[in-house]
């Protein structure tokens, strides 16, 4: 009879058999009572073992004594659902075995032939468990005997920051929460740790300790790729704990990816990949059995560890705790280790507790890779998606590698490109050689695919921090996970990739620390970024889709046709090479929108920000105090981010944290030469003797970031030449040398300008200040001189309040003026908002308010020049970008002597007028000398512009000032 025949739970006891048979199990007898077992003295299995509660029907015997029970179920019965009564027999026996509890065995298992369930009923023992077939008899005893009690108490006494004090802290707390895992018995352990973070240093440490605390005797690592594995070897026979004697005087290691297979059971670490073991457990030399591994540790587990699929189906075979390691999961990985994801250190956690750089993405889109390509030749339309696999366009690698290559700060810049597939890899590498690396070397410009000859030894050279060659690397998919390439500066996407998991994990190449590596950069060629909008890089990704459903070409199933794509060799255009910013989110921002989100946040936060400025003592506090409270906004207000978005206004210029927070507090951006500045008008406040003034004067001159100064400065030149820090103790009588120091360090590092109290113009405010910051040069080279008869923070406010009141006229919640005494009261420090004359909100330049914040600053004893007058006529010039005839210094002169000269409503003569006009221009150092005709020719032109009217009288002729200049302007024109 077959089995097929046979009842359900006969052909159950059929297939059982055989498998016990299979794992060295021999039948030794039948219809045995427990208590007569000993007499046996040999190893097998009894079937229908006679207990105290009635027949079991196995037993199993190692060396005479009863190590575990058997009970049968019909092959159509759910193993795992038939605890009670294995229970009830596992209390009616009794052995050398025996554990608390009133159990006389410490295992047992139901079976039906089909599935098999084990029970452990020790109480520090891994839960119980479906298991793939019977141990062998010296696995099973192994696994009776290991005393995890014991095993938990030494991992207990010797945490992590014990065994290995130079583990980083979320490493620590990653291996202390592995062994609160297993103390509560589970078996299945998901990680989730960012690329660069350091993992295999994690899972080494986590070898180490379960291995020497006894509870495991051998464990299995299962790296992604061969070049893993090996790296994986070579790092865990370099593992030497400062806690412990070095892991390769302990323990052995076998790497099955270069050793025979015959050295499987030689090492208590095997470390291989999934294929070998897929290959290896389908190979009938090789025999495999449950206990070979204790605990399996994967590798970027994300891939292929789905319970009988493919590879996956290798973590079935053997009866071991699982601890997957991953940067990327996605939810069927967490569903895969039974939803225990026990640790998560995110990239972002990395980047702030510096373990990785962060990242700077560029948006770069070419017609072709927006719109597609039409092959002339055939008149056939290839779309963007069709790029790379159908079709290939030259001089978009081109336009693409040219834009990279203006963008490196050293040609020498490690870069890996994406590519779709081999065909489009070659044919980058080829495109690249011939034009724009054309003055390198053959082998700067290589291809590493599974098809290139000896691509592992081009990507061990590649990844050699050391000297890494060649420095542009083209690849599919073979470099995409798990490689370890610390001087990699540039990730390039040419392959439209549909995968959040590969999306992730190409971009992770480019995240680990290297020597005075900053940040690295990611080129986004084929609109992945916009594709995968809201999907933050790096993130933890809810996604049910397993990695290599990953939508864009498999290399290793290269679908290239026989005859190739199709070559259509037409010329591409650039149409967006720009960074972009990412948020919490996953939205994509463009410099512009990631500062005003900036400057957004920080202005809701702006009291406890400015506490922050208040408080701090030297730059580098008040930067360690605003990292802390914009990391709590988001995660992506770090410098590298604010100094790349900021980037089209500093021009070039070095700036830290503070200095952004202060721009979008005041509208101003100081560097730290103007912090300087500002910090000698403040402390000059003091009436300092001469001595202390040399001294302050000195410390200005050798002042650098980030704090300036400090007391070990004085023992050096120049401060040094005038007697240094023991004459300044000797002399000083104002301050001390360390509180003269102090005031220096603290007012360097203060909020410099008044904070903007209307939001909604923060931004228009902005775009004025940067026309001021150019202005200000224009002037000093219209009046070819360096000193304009006011001082650095006077001129600042000139110009920034000239340029502030324009704005406010084009309909503002609140409006601003700037008369007599409102400039004074700028000056002062003093509020200038609701003055008693508003201008009228149209979007007309009233020059008058303009003029009388020169003539009021004349007043104010600031200087006697009319420069100043001046001053505020070409602020409004520039802002206004008049569409009439522009004014010019003569002019404005006329106009402003005129204004002067009258009050509102009110008249001049003609001849009055030219009259204090040829004299002040005697006396002006900032105009040229006018005589009559000059003067008469600029009152003619002012009165053609519509600035003034004239009517002749009896007395003579009589001149009108207007209010406002008739010149149309928008905010567009700036």
Partial sequence: MTNEKLPPEQRARVQINQQLESADWEKIGEYVSYEDITDLNKTGFIEELGTETGPVDYGLIFEGNLIALIESKSTNTNASGHFQQVERYSRSVGGSYAIDGGYGVPIAYVATGAETHLYDFRNQAPASRSIST????????????????????????????????????????????????????????????????GKTRTAQAITYRLLQSGFADRILFVPDTRKLAEDTYDSFSEYDPTGAPPFRDRYRIVNLEEEESDRLKRGEVVITTLQKMYHLLDNDDVDFHPGDFDVIISDECHRSVYEDEGYGSVFQQFDAVEIGL??????????????????????????????????????????????????????????????????????????????????????????????????????????????????????????????SDRPNDVLARFSDPYDPSPAIAVTVQMVSTGVD????????????????????????????????????????????????????????????TPASSNGSSDEKHDPDKDEGPAIVDVPDEVLRSEPVFPTETGERLTAEGFRKAFRSDVRAEAERLKQDIDEASDIETANSSLRTHLQNLSQYYVPIFLKKAYEPITEGRDHSLIDFVNEALTGRLPTFDERVEHTRTVLNEYEFTQVEQDYLELMSATAEPPNGISSSDFY??????????????????????????????SSLSSLIGNTISDPDNLEK?????????????????????????????????????????????????????????????????????????????????????????????LSGNITTDPTSVLIALYIVKSVARPNVEKVTEHQALAYAVGWESTERGEFIYKQDLINKITSLSSTSSGVDKMDEDAAEKAIQELERMGCISMEGTAEGIIIWFEDEFNVEYTLDDI
């Fill in 485 to 544: 390439i610390r001087p990699l500066k540039n990730v390039v996407l040419l392959n439209p990739v549909k995968s959040p998991v590969l999306f992730n994990q190409m971009l992770g190449r480019g995240t680990r620390v290297y020597d005075n590596k900053t940040h690295f950069n990611i080129y986004d060629c084929v609109g992945a970024l916009e594709y995968f909008e809201g999907v933050p890089p790096f993130g933890t990704l809810d996604y049910g």
């Fill in 326 to 451: 991953t940067a990327t999961p996605t939810e069927r990985t967490v569903a895969r280790f039974d939803n225990n994801l026990i640790f998560e250190y995110d990239y972002e956690d990395a980047v702030s507790d510096g373990h990785v750089v962060p990242f700077q993405m560029y948006a770069l889109e070419t017609e072709i890779t927006m719109s597609g390509v039409i092959d002339d030749e055939t008149g056939e339309y290839y779309p963007p998606d069709a790029l790379g696999s159908e079709v290939l366009v030259p001089d978009t690698h081109r336009k693409v590698g040219q834009e990279i290559r203006n963008k490196m700060e050293d040609e020498n810049e490690l870069t890996l490109i994406f590519a779709r597939n081999d065909n489009h890899a070659t044919r980058i590498v080829q495109d690249l050689r011939e034009t724009v690396f054309s003055d390198k070397p053959p082998d700067y410009v290589q291809k590493i695919t599974y098809k």
């Fill in 134 to 197: 019977f141990h062998t008899p010296g696995g099973l005893e192994r696994l009776v005997t290991r005393e995890y009690e014991k095993a938990h108490g030494w991992l207990q006494n010797h945490s992590a920051s014990k065994f290995d004090p130079d583990l980083w802290d979320h490493q620590e707390q990653c291996v202390d929460t592995v062994d609160e895992n297993l103390r509560n018995r589970k078996r299945r352990m998901l990680i989730q740790m960012a690329t660069g973070a």
């Fill in 716 to 745: 050096d030149p120049p401060i040094s030449n005038i007697g240094g820090l023991k004459r300044a103790k000797q002399e000083f009588t104002t301050l001390s040398p360390q509180e003269l120091i102090d005031e220096f360090r």
């Fill in 765 to 857: 405010i902005l775009e004025s200040n940067r026309v001021r910051e150019r202005l200000r040069g224009e002037i000093l080279n219209e009046f070819g001189t360096d000193e304009l008869g006011v001082n650095e923070d006077q001129l600042g406010r000139i110009l920034e309040n000239c340029v502030e009141v324009e704005i406010h006229k084009t309909g503002a919640a609140e409006e601003f003026a700037l008369h007599e005494f409102a400039v004074q009261d700028v000056m002062t420090g003093t509020s200038i908002r609701n003055t008693e004359r508003k201008p009228p909100v149209t979007a007309r330049i009233n020059v008058s308010d303009a003029i009388v914040a020169g003539v009021s600053l």
